[in-house]
């Protein structure tokens, strides 16, 4: 039986941060298990780090810098310097910049498959950090003091604290009969890289059509990468179509902003949910990431905020282990819950009533939101709260 302070279940970017930031903030080491289910192969990406891109706001980026980790993300980040958010055929409009707000840039987009390869060198180089993988959890025991874990290799080992970082349908969570909440927006994401006539330049869209938001994000090579939003049966007649059917639906829906689209690479389909765990922390355990809560990716929100989660369970544990000495505390879990709460209500709040809001074509709610869009722009001061959410500026 090996024994551990910390035993993380999945190595994504959930995992993998927190793992990292303990060693940062720590002051003496802790003996950390990570355990992880997927073995990275050429032909067989990790589920967490696949070809998808994802945005990282200006708050997460600097949650990096305080790890120490953001100097290997930027051979491959790409600056957002621009949003501009907008209702197809109705005039809102609403644009967020930079510039206005004196920063280098709003956010950063980054390839996942980079991400996943950064992470892995990194928990490799870590002394105090034993990987386990390819291994699953086959058991959990709890008892006062401890979690005991049996691996699917094998390997028993012991932990003060374990932490559910193995996404949105979690089987520690469910090993533990952690309740999952669901609901379902009756739409699917299409995701893929595309090539426009105009280069994007640091320039992203949030652009909202009677069938769903679809969004593009500034990637390398001059590319966007987008998450088009729509219903199951559409989507499926997309992902069986030809190139130049594909290009002309997105060209309708997204419009000329970027000129003509001129490729659109290899799509991937996913189902749109809101899935969150009201209890994230229960005995000796904690939930993080997608597998405390999976968001709507309609703004932008769902990775930033499990970020934060990460660093202020880290904090915890840190401040934790210098009082109490034993970092599976209920206290502590308590605390983290507590300070987590406001955030994560009100993110998943607001998620959800925007994709309510935006995917509905009543001649009323039209309206609202259109005139809602031209307050953003022209009135400060409720631009500013929504800037800093976007932007990751917010109270953890």
Request: with cysteine; charged share 20%.
């Amino acid at each position: 039986m090996k024994s551990y302070d910390i035993a993380i279940v999945g190595a994504g970017m959930a995992g993998a941060t927190l793992a990292l930031a303990l060693n940062r903030l720590c002051q003496t080491p802790l003996n950390i298990a990570v355990i992880e289910a997927y073995q990275n192969h050429d032909d067989k990406r990790h589920p967490g780090f696949d070809s998808r891109a994802i945005a990282l706001s200006f708050g997460t980026a600097n949650i990096l810098k305080k790890l120490n980790l953001w100097q290997q993300f930027l051979p491959f980040v790409t600056s957002i310097t621009d949003i501009e958010i907008s209702d197809r055929s109705h005039l809102g409009l609403a644009d967020i910049t930079a510039q206005h707000e004196q920063v280098s840039a709003l956010g950063y987009v980054v390839e996942l498959d980079n991400v996943g390869r950064i992470y892995q060198q990194a928990l490799k180089a870590s002394p105090n950090v034993d990987y386990f993988c390819p291994a699953k959890v086959n058991h959990i025991e709890r008892t006062l003091e401890q979690v005991h874990i049996d691996l699917s290799d094998g390997t028993q080992i012991e932990s003060r604290l374990l932490v559910a970082a193995d996404g949105a349908l979690s089987e520690s969570c469910q090993q533990l009969n952690i309740p999952l909440k669901e609901i379902d927006f009756e739409q699917v994401a299409v995701i893929a890289n595309v090539s426009t006539q105009i280069l994007p330049q640091g320039r992203a869209f949030e652009r909202f059509t009677q069938f769903g938001p679809v969004a593009f994000l500034p990637m390398s090579e001059g590319r966007s990468s987008v998450v088009w939003c729509m219903p199951q049966q559409r989507a499926d007649s997309m992902m069986a179509a030809d190139q130049q059917t594909v290009i002309e639906a997105l060209q309708h829906d997204f419009g000329w902003r970027l000129g003509r689209i001129t490729k659109v690479g290899k799509m991937a389909c996913y189902p749109l949910l809101l899935r969150y765990r009201e209890n994230t922390v229960s005995h000796r355990f904690v939930a993080v990431g997608n597998a405390a809560q999976t968001l709507h990716p309609i703004a932008g929100q769902g990775f930033n905020l499990g970020i934060r989660d990460v660093l202020s369970l880290a904090e915890e544990i840190a401040l934790t282990q210098q009082t109490l000495g034993d970092v599976g505390d209920y206290s502590m879990l308590s605390r983290y819950r507590q300070r987590r709460q406001q955030d994560r209500q009100y993110t998943m709040s607001l998620t959800s009533s925007l994709v309510h809001c935006f995917s509905n074509e009543l001649p009323a709610m039209r309206v609202g939101r259109n005139v809602g869009l031209l307050a953003i722009q022209y009135l400060p001061y409720l631009k500013q709260p929504i800037v800093k959410r976007t932007m990751g500026l917010v109270e953890r």
